[in-house]
């Protein structure tokens, strides 16, 4: 169906485009967040450890250029890879800050010989009609994902994890991006505080009815020096076991539209700063529990897809 795989895979996705394995350079730019330089708080999502999403980027002091040669070093010292690889600016909101900054960096990344798709992760409420007039001229150089951080579709939760805009200003941005013909991913989290499987679940089939091309769902992770740890540790919520999460990704597989790409199906924190769950640090067991389970209960993408909420 799609490769030996029961799931429409990042990895599938771009070995079809591209003839070979695909990695991702991760990259810091200059950019910060308006959840933390007082646009719309200072002290950024409840679950953020203040490195952005970055923490396994090159450091900000090197060029663009440097980051994705070092970047390439590191991944093939430890992989075989091909000659292709992708662009990713990961860390904070990629779409914040000085247009001609924002500008240079792209253009750096996309002119990389090596480079042939370019990635940037930010939020649907930084969108502008310069941002958009930007992101239109990467895509025409080389293909462009834009990855929104959602979360949930859940206004309680959202206001908790401190997002900072409604469920509409996400919708907007998908349409807005797709109007344009730039490619869509969604991360949702599995296990916010007080949401249920249902909960869940619902955010994730938004995401599919919504159009966005792929998803990212990710593992609640509590790090060392954030909100979300304090809460922790006062016993306002638990974190998921293992069981828990294989079911909840196994039943999001299930309802997910076939022609959605999954990019990602758990993470792994820092692991100086990861306090729970701990299981997650164990990213290939659990990958290759959930791949066996998968098979074992006959589960596959799209499984539930129009059967979901009937």
């Not at 771009?14 to 730019?29: C, D, T």
């Not at 240079?104 to 480079?115: G, R, Y």
């Not at 869509?184 to 296990?191: D, Y």
């Not at 922790?232 to 990704?249: S, V």
Request: overall charge neutral; aromatic content about 8%.
């Amino acid at each position: 169906m799609w490769g030996e795989k029961p799931y429409h895979s990042l990895d599938y996705e771009m070995k079809n485009r591209f003839g070979e394995k695909i990695y991702k350079v991760s990259l810091v730019g200059s950019q910060t967040c308006p959840n933390r330089d007082g646009t719309l708080d200072t002290r950024g999502c409840i679950f953020c450890s203040g490195a952005g999403s970055g923490d396994f980027a090159s450091p900000r002091c090197r060029s663009v250029t440097a980051q994705i040669d070092h970047g390439i070093m590191g991944i093939s010292s430890r992989k075989r890879v091909g000659s292709h690889f992708i662009a990713y600016f990961q860390s904070f909101t990629g779409t914040y800050g000085p247009i001609h900054q924002l500008r240079s960096m792209f253009m750096e990344a996309l002119n990389h010989p090596d480079v042939v798709m370019l990635s940037i992760g930010t939020r649907p409420d930084c969108l502008g009609d310069q941002v958009m007039d930007l992101l239109v001229e990467c895509n025409r150089i080389k293909p462009l994902i834009v990855e929104l951080g959602l979360q949930t579709i859940h206004e309680n939760t959202a206001r908790y994890i401190r997002r900072g805009y409604p469920l509409p200003v996400y919708d907007q941005g998908v349409k807005k991006l797709q109007d344009a013909g730039i490619e869509v991913v969604t991360h949702v989290i599995a296990g916010l505080p007080g949401e249920s499987l249902e909960d869940f679940l619902a955010t994730v089939h938004h995401v599919g009815q919504v159009g966005s091309q792929g998803i990212k769902l990710q593992l609640l992770h509590v790090l060392r020096g954030t909100d979300l740890a304090l809460d922790y540790q006062k016993g306002l919520f638990r974190a998921l076991t293992m069981e828990e999460y294989l079911h909840w990704i196994e039943s999001a597989i299930s309802i997910l539209p076939p022609q959605v790409v999954i990019h990602r199906l758990t993470g792994d924190g820092p692991k100086d700063l990861l306090i729970a769950p701990e299981w997650s640090s164990r990213k290939r067991d659990t990958l290759n529990r959930l791949h066996r389970e998968l098979k074992e209960k006959n589960i596959w993408q799209g499984k539930e897809a129009h059967n979901y909420g009937k």
